[in-house]
Structures are given as structure tokens and as C-alpha cells.
């Protein structure tokens, strides 16, 4: 999962964090797990920050962070949860240009919680909007986006307003 908020622990070091997985996993961190760890961080272009601390990484680097441990245990799913609201928007593109070369490169299916309908325009294939908990619509974002249905989506699309 990717948080919103990042969900990184302040007194570990980039790798450490990446690495936490595996010592919640197994109690334990081998070299085999650090070097995993640090093609991640690589692989996110932070090979270079391995030894800095969250408060020295700006918002992009720490949500660049947040995904490499997410991806540490090969997981066939990412959860996002309005993983780039806190991002100005250079790190967005950023991230969402990340996001979808993992999936490409991983075939991780990646979900993505957002109310930005620009961030489901850029990168997603499939929408569902919720209102209370509770599916009002789906399926392809070009059919969904082309002819909303619900008012949440008209809504959240700017095609009628929230009050109506």
C-alpha cells in the first residue's frame, strides 16, 4: 500500500525503510534483502539517498520511497490511497509516470483511491466511483468520462455542480 501521507518511519533511513518489510515479514533483514532493497531505489532513481532520513528527502522522493517498499515483496497489488495529493505537481507526473512503468514492468495490478479525475484521465484503464461506501458507476474510464451517468460523476467531472 501507498499512503497518502507517505507512511515513512522518520528514524530509519531510505533503505531501512524499504527494507521493513522484510523485517515484518521475518523478523529479520538479510544482505539478500538489502540488495533488493536497493535495486528498488534504483529503480524509483534514489540510489543515491539510501542513507538519508525522510526529513532530508522533499515530497516526491518520499512518496518515490513509499512505492519502492511497496514493491518489495513482489506484491500483485498496489493499493494507492490518494497517493499524490500531497505532491506539487511536477512530483505527480513524476510518480504517475512511475506507477504506470511498474505496472507495465511488473503486471501489478495497481489501485488507485483518488478525487482527482485527472490523475484516473492520465493513468488509469478502469473507474468506479463511489458515493457513501457504495459503487454508482464503472467501467472504462473513455466511456465513463464521455457520458457520466451518475452525479457524483458529473460532479467530480465538473459537468454539474455538487449542489445540484
Given at each position: 500500500?501507498?499512503?497518502?501521507?507517505?507512511?515513512?518511519?522518520?528514524?530509519?533511513?531510505?533503505?531501512?525503510?524499504?527494507?521493513?518489510?522484510?523485517?515484518?515479514?521475518?523478523?529479520?533483514?538479510?544482505?539478500?534483502?538489502?540488495?533488493?532493497?536497493?535495486?528498488?531505489?534504483?529503480?524509483?532513481?534514489?540510489?543515491?539517498?539510501?542513507?538519508?532520513?525522510?526529513?532530508?528527502?522533499?515530497?516526491?522522493?518520499?512518496?518515490?520511497?513509499?512505492?519502492?517498499?511497496?514493491?518489495?515483496?513482489?506484491?500483485?497489488?498496489?493499493?494507492?490511497?490518494?497517493?499524490?495529493s500531497a505532491?506539487?505537481?511536477?512530483?505527480?507526473?513524476?510518480?504517475?509516470?512511475?506507477?504506470?512503468?511498474?505496472?507495465?514492468?511488473?503486471?501489478?495490478?495497481?489501485?488507485?483511491?483518488?478525487?482527482?479525475?485527472?490523475?484516473?484521465?492520465?493513468?488509469?484503464?478502469?473507474?468506479?466511483?463511489?458515493?457513501?461506501?457504495?459503487?454508482?458507476?464503472q467501467g472504462?474510464?473513455?466511456?465513463?468520462?464521455?457520458?457520466?451517468?451518475?452525479?457524483?460523476?458529473?460532479?467530480?467531472?465538473?459537468?454539474?455542480?455538487?449542489?445540484?
Amino acid at each position: 500500500m501507498i499512503f497518502q501521507n507517505f507512511g515513512l518511519l522518520a528514524q530509519k533511513t531510505a533503505l531501512d525503510n524499504v527494507c521493513f518489510p522484510f523485517l515484518a515479514a521475518k523478523g529479520r533483514i538479510e544482505e539478500a534483502d538489502r540488495e533488493r532493497a536497493r535495486e528498488l531505489l534504483d529503480m524509483v532513481g534514489l540510489s543515491s539517498k539510501e542513507d538519508s532520513y525522510p526529513a532530508q528527502l522533499s515530497g516526491g522522493q518520499k512518496q518515490r520511497v513509499a512505492i519502492a517498499r511497496a514493491l518489495t515483496l513482489h506484491p500483485d497489488h498496489i493499493l494507492c490511497d490518494e497517493a499524490t495529493s500531497a505532491l506539487d505537481p511536477a512530483s505527480t507526473v513524476s510518480v504517475l509516470d512511475m506507477l504506470e512503468r511498474i505496472n507495465k514492468e511488473t503486471g501489478a495490478t495497481i489501485v488507485i483511491i483518488t478525487h482527482s479525475m485527472g490523475v484516473v484521465e492520465r493513468v488509469c484503464k478502469h473507474v468506479a466511483v463511489l458515493e457513501q461506501g457504495c459503487v454508482v458507476e464503472q467501467g472504462s474510464v473513455a466511456e465513463v468520462f464521455a457520458n457520466p451517468q451518475a452525479q457524483t460523476t458529473k460532479a467530480l467531472l465538473g459537468k454539474v455542480s455538487w449542489n445540484g
